[in-house]
């Protein structure tokens, strides 16, 4: 079966300290990789979405980024965190050409 | 575009009562419906889904029909428990080839003891 693990759990970190979030699939082949991030108040923004190594596309520009360096590894990163990227970030994958999205455990990031 | 259209919560219930929570939607051609439940301090979880027209998706007590002549999806669950509070998402995936869903902003459900 598949599984996705995300890491770190929770993170506080200084304003304009980096960032790096993990996320790994697990029991599946070129997946679709996406990133949510999730504010206060509930709604999901899609940050960054990827149908394959190397193929990375961002919906809202902002100091975030995104890579792919392996089929089922997706990173979220920053070079300098801003107060505003406070929140729970949420990894999540489908199957490529599949209908279903399946979410991460987040991640919750405190910029202090 | 696509969008998903979910009532304003909280939605306050005292256990072992009934619950409705609506969801329209707004699509080209025959999306696939989804609801997702999120406890405090989780990720998202798969509920419950349904592909074509008139399916039912059902999954610990939770139930929702697929009605494209009223573009809704709406949850139900005949006796909810404590143990149900949490978040309530509708999202869809277009039959269109993107594989990018639309949610809905959420509801969050509280159950009183």
């Known amino acids: 079966s598949q599984t996705i693990h995300q890491w770190p759990a929770t993170l506080v970190q200084p304003v304009g300290s980096p960032l790096s979030l993990e996320c790994t699939v697990e029991g599946t082949s070129n997946p679709n990789l996406y990133w949510y991030r999730q504010a206060a108040g509930r709604g999901l923004q899609l940050l960054f979405y990827?149908?394959?190594?190397?193929?990375i596309s961002s919906e809202v520009p902002q100091n975030l980024s995104a890579s792919r360096p392996q089929d089922r590894q997706f990173i979220l990163s920053s070079k300098k965190l801003l107060l505003s990227d406070s929140g729970f970030y949420l990894c999540?994958?489908?199957?490529?050409?599949?209908?279903?999205?399946?979410f991460g455990e987040g991640s919750w990031l405190t910029v202090v | 575009g696509d969008s998903v259209t979910q009532m304003e919560g909280p939605v306050t219930l005292s256990e072992e009562a009934c619950l409705t929570i609506?969801?329209?939607?707004?699509?080209?051609?025959?999306?696939?419906l989804f609801w997702y439940v999120q406890y405090p301090g989780e990720g998202l979880q798969l509920l419950l889904k349904a592909t074509k027209a008139d399916d039912k998706g059902s999954n610990k007590g939770f139930e929702a029909t697929y009605r494209k002549e009223t573009t809704s999806f709406h949850l139900e669950k005949g006796s909810v428990q404590v143990s149900d509070s949490a978040v309530y998402f509708c999202a869809l995936t277009s039959s269109g080839g993107s594989y990018i869903p639309t949610f809905g902003r959420g509801t969050s459900l509280i159950v009183h003891p």
């Open positions: 990827s149908v394959g190594i190397g193929q």
């Open positions: 609506n969801c329209t939607y707004t699509a080209t051609g025959y999306p696939s």
């Open positions: 999540a994958w489908s199957v490529s050409g599949g209908n279903t999205i399946y």
